[in-house]
């Protein structure tokens, strides 16, 4: 069953003070990363996304309701 997971990350082109979210649904939490970027990653690590972007992956939550 999927869950909904947030998703905070930093952009590489956009303002430092600037932070992204946004909220996927995935059966995984790695799943959910990598339909963000198109490619495996890790919290923390700067990745290129499949966009073209540089996105750093600050959280994951849990964002399923009840």
Known sequence: MSQ???ISYKHQD???D??????IWANDEKKALQILTGRATKVGQWTPAKSG???KVISVEDATDG
């Open 53 to 55: 972007a540089v996105l």
């Open 18 to 23: 600037y932070t992204g979210m946004k909220t």
């Open 4 to 6: 909904r997971y947030r």
């Open 14 to 16: 956009m303002s430092p």
